[in-house]
T-cell receptor, first 114, second 114 residues
């Protein structure tokens, strides 16, 4: 499977600030996905990011709060804007492939907002 | 809408024994994929096993196998010869063949007793 890295692996931030999370893949992929995992919870899809087009957001997630960039086929960023303690979560990126219709995940970014 | 239900929040098994994790799902579609992911304390989501709904044969990966009952919409995971490294959160997940979105269950935390 593709090797996926995320930066930072963890961070502690003050409320009202923003954090940008990077996701890098070692091969070109068409689709990248961003998930949120709140403490003790399952994963929830934030948005799907295709290169060259606007990200598609799931219900409950808006671009102003979670802007996403996808400048090329190996890289994406997710920004968590104007953070509050409720944004404290693990944020994971995933990509599809090499197995068809199967997603593989990065190591995640643990965000704590004080 | 599709849903995934894992009715066992936690389970324990003695090392070297066999354990089965339950998962049921609800869908009106006939073509889909089912997955089991493992999330150890490192928080990385690791694909354990994948099943295509049109295949009657149950998927197997070394010590991991599934019991896929399409009519009953059941997809349980059997772990044989449990090892300490199997301790993790296990998520059952569903993906329609028509969509990119993966729907996760709430997870089952598996403890391995030495």
């Amino acid at each position: 499977s593709a090797v996926i890295s995320q930066k930072p692996s963890r961070d502690i931030c003050q409320r009202g600030t923003s954090l940008t999370i990077q996701c890098q893949v070692d091969s070109q992929v068409t689709m990248m996905f961003w998930y949120r995992q709140q403490p003790g919870q399952s994963l929830t899809l934030i948005a799907t990011a295709n290169q060259g087009s606007e990200a598609t957001y799931e219900s409950g997630f808006v671009i102003d709060k979670f802007p996403i960039s996808r400048p090329n086929l190996t890289f994406s960023t997710l920004t968590v804007s104007n953070m509050s303690p409720e944004d404290s979560s693990i944020y994971l990126c995933s990509v599809e492939g090499p197995m068809v219709d199967t997603q593989y995940f990065g190591p995640g970014t643990r965000l704590t907002v004080l | 809408a599709q849903t995934v239900t894992q009715s066992q929040p936690e389970m324990s098994v003695q090392e070297a024994e066999t354990v089965t994790l339950s998962c049921t799902y609800d869908t009106s579609e006939s073509d889909y994929y089912l997955f089991w992911y493992k999330q150890p304390p490192s928080r990385q989501m690791i694909l354990v096993i994948r099943q295509e709904a049109y295949k009657q044969q149950n998927a197997t990966e070394n010590r991991f196998s599934v019991n896929f009952q399409k009519a009953a919409k059941s997809f349980s995971l059997k772990i044989s010869d449990s090892q300490l490294g199997d301790a993790a959160m296990y998520f059952c997940a569903y993906r329609s063949a028509q969509d990119d979105k993966i729907i996760f269950g709430k997870g089952t935390r598996l403890h391995i007793l030495p």
